[in-house]
């Protein structure tokens, strides 16, 4: 989300539009939202949606374990105490990673020279991963040593230094960089839970009318406190552009697919009284002096929401973003035979990985895999070679029922509402699936598997 408020309040917002009709996709498709940010945003979207996502984390089976493999539940793009617009600490992102048992955390600090960030929380911290990296030039790197003197040198040179061993290095925030090339490169963002924020403009204004507002603040509150998940899920939007880039980059080589958290814990608004007639709203990371000013003639509810506080008391205070939230919201699971930097780091780049909303239901035990269930011949991330009269299946399967779409090179070919899919190759390609789950009577994407490529 924006570290700044760059917004103006002419007046409350509508809080809602019209209700708009189901959208069945059109072939080939993915399936259309139903309802607008701010209509998810509404407290029966929200009650709805909560009694959705009960219902299916209730429901969940996983299937058997692949052999010889565990399915970690990891985060990438994680800031703690690494800036000035970071909120969180390290403390407080392990104790919320225990909270929704995250166990691998990779890191994303900020440079800040002459700080090695290397140097950070690296290994085991009360049973919970972490894997030191810096966002930097655009991308997430992850070297297996200090790459501190290549930090201000150009990105050529400092991806070539990343790389040594095995380290990593994912491009991040694709949506400004749709053209970047991948080379140096082991994967790429596929889904950003900023990019979701920073096309929403019309749900951060209203945000922000509503926290000035005597009555909206109070709904805003009691929507917070029962239905973190919903109202922090509200934004979301199928990944599209990330999407596009992923497939068309994965027909001339191995792309792994990670996802970004973005997470600072950072979008803690606060409303500070300055006199009867106005207040500052910014966030904990803002210096007050440099928060926004408003009036009773942008807002006219603002003195009653002062009447009775002192000047320079916090009259309200919202968490949008705690870390558990976050980090629940979008992650990416792995599949390695231990909890250890090197098996962890070695399955990230192999690509046997998968991303999840594990905040709609929990999708340990999700699979894609070449041949027989207990013994497949390769799983996502894998190349398969399809030998000439031979036959082979591609199975895809999941902890609930769920659409699931099948797409060959960028092209879905086949669809299905099942708990699993079944596909008979008969040609080479880049096989990957989405599955989605219905909630509020729209579909939300649940999973992305990494390809299987078929040679």
Same mark, same amino acid.
């Given at each position: 989300?924006?570290? @700044?408020?760059?917004?103006?309040i002419?007046?409350?917002?509508?809080?809602?539009?019209?209700?708009?009709?189901?959208?069945e996709p059109?072939p080939?498709?993915?399936?259309?939202?139903?309802?607008t940010?701010?209509?998810r945003l !509404?407290?029966e979207?929200?009650?709805?949606?909560h009694?959705?996502?009960?219902?299916?984390?209730?429901?969940?089976?996983p299937?058997?374990?692949?052999?010889?493999l565990?399915?970690?539940?990891g985060?990438?793009?994680?800031h703690?105490?690494? !800036?000035?617009?970071?909120?969180?600490?390290p403390e407080?992102?392990?104790r919320d990673?225990?909270?929704v048992?995250?166990?691998?955390?990779?890191?994303?600090?900020?440079?800040?020279?002459?700080?090695?960030?290397m140097?950070g929380?690296r290994?085991?911290?009360d049973?919970?991963l972490?894997?030191p990296?810096?966002?930097?030039?655009?991308?997430?790197?992850?070297?297996?040593?200090?790459?501190?003197?290549?930090?201000?040198?150009?990105?050529?040179t400092?991806? @070539?230094?990343?790389?040594?061993?095995?380290?990593?290095?994912?491009?991040?925030?694709?949506?400004?960089?749709?053209?970047?090339?991948?080379d140096?490169?082991t994967?790429?963002?596929?889904?950003?839970?900023?990019a979701?924020?920073?096309?929403?403009g019309?749900?951060?204004?209203?945000?922000?009318?509503?926290?000035?507002?005597?009555?909206?603040?109070? &709904?805003?509150?009691?929507?917070?406190?029962l239905f973190?998940?919903?109202?922090?899920? &509200?934004?979301?939007?199928?990944?599209?552009?990330?999407?596009?880039?992923?497939d068309?980059?994965?027909?001339?080589r191995?792309i792994?697919?990670?996802?970004?958290?973005?997470?600072?814990?950072?979008q803690?608004?606060?409303?500070i009284?300055?006199?009867?007639? !106005?207040?500052?709203?910014?966030?904990i990371?803002?210096?007050?002096?440099?928060?926004?000013?408003?009036?009773a003639?942008?807002?006219?509810?603002?003195p009653e929401?002062v009447r009775?506080?002192e000047?320079?008391?916090?009259?309200?205070?919202?968490?949008?973003d705690?870390?558990?939230?976050s980090?629940r919201?979008?992650t990416?699971?792995?599949?390695?035979?231990a909890?250890d930097?090197?098996?962890i780091r070695?399955?990230?780049?192999?690509?046997h990985?998968?991303?999840?909303?594990?905040?709609? *239901?929990?999708?340990?035990g999700?699979?894609?895999?070449v041949?027989?269930?207990?013994?497949?011949a390769?799983?996502?991330?894998?190349?398969?070679?399809l030998?000439?009269?031979?036959? *082979?299946?591609?199975t895809?399967?999941?902890?609930?029922?769920?659409t699931i779409?099948?797409?060959? !090179?960028g092209?879905?070919?086949?669809?299905? @509402?099942?708990?699993?899919?079944t596909?008979?190759l008969?040609?080479?390609?880049v096989?990957?699936?989405?599955g989605?789950?219905?909630v509020?009577?729209e579909?939300?994407?649940w999973i992305?598997s990494?390809?299987v490529?078929? @040679?």
């Open positions: 989300m924006r570290r @700044r408020l760059q917004v103006g002419c007046g409350l917002l509508a809080a809602a539009a019209a209700w708009s009709q189901t959208q059109a080939g498709e993915p399936p259309a939202r139903r309802w940010t701010l209509e !509404s407290a979207r929200l009650a709805a949606a009694a959705d996502v009960e219902r299916l984390r209730a429901a969940v089976q299937p058997p374990p692949l052999p010889g565990n399915d970690y539940r985060v990438f793009h994680a703690a105490g690494d !800036s000035d617009h970071t909120g969180g600490t407080e992102l392990l990673a225990g909270r048992d995250v166990d691998v955390v990779f890191l994303s600090d900020h440079y800040r020279p002459p700080r090695d960030f140097d929380w290994g085991l911290h049973g919970v972490f894997i990296g810096s966002e930097a030039h655009g991308f997430l790197i992850h070297p297996e040593e200090s790459v501190v003197e290549h930090m201000r040198a150009d990105a050529g400092l991806l @070539r230094q990343v790389n040594r061993g095995a380290g990593m290095a994912f491009l991040s925030h694709v949506e400004a960089r749709v053209d970047h090339p991948m140096g490169l994967g790429m963002e596929i889904y950003n839970r900023h979701d924020a920073l096309d929403d019309d749900s951060m204004r209203a945000l922000v009318s509503w926290i000035v507002d005597p009555d909206q603040s109070k &709904a805003l509150t009691r929507a917070v406190e973190p998940e919903e109202v922090f899920g &509200a934004q979301f939007d199928y990944p599209a552009l990330y999407l596009a880039k992923w068309r980059e994965t027909a001339h191995r792994v697919g990670v996802n970004a958290n973005d997470c600072h814990h950072n803690v608004f606060v409303v009284k300055v006199d009867d007639d !106005s207040v500052r709203v910014g966030t990371v803002d210096d007050p002096d440099e928060m926004r000013v408003l009036t003639a942008d807002a006219p509810g603002i929401l009775g506080h000047p320079g008391t916090v009259i309200g205070r919202y968490d949008l705690p870390y558990w939230v980090m919201n979008s990416t699971h792995i599949l390695a035979p909890l930097e090197a098996s070695s399955a990230v780049a192999a690509g990985v998968y991303v999840a909303h594990d905040w709609l *239901a929990d999708p340990t999700f699979q894609f895999f041949g027989e269930p207990g013994a497949p390769a799983i996502m991330g894998d190349e398969w070679t030998e000439a009269g031979a036959t *082979a299946e591609l895809a399967l999941f902890p609930l029922p769920a779409r099948l797409i060959r !090179s092209e879905e070919i086949a669809v299905t @509402r099942a708990r699993s899919l596909h008979r008969d040609r080479p390609g096989y990957r699936v989405e989605w789950l219905e509020d009577g579909w939300r994407t992305y990494n390809p490529y078929v @040679r």
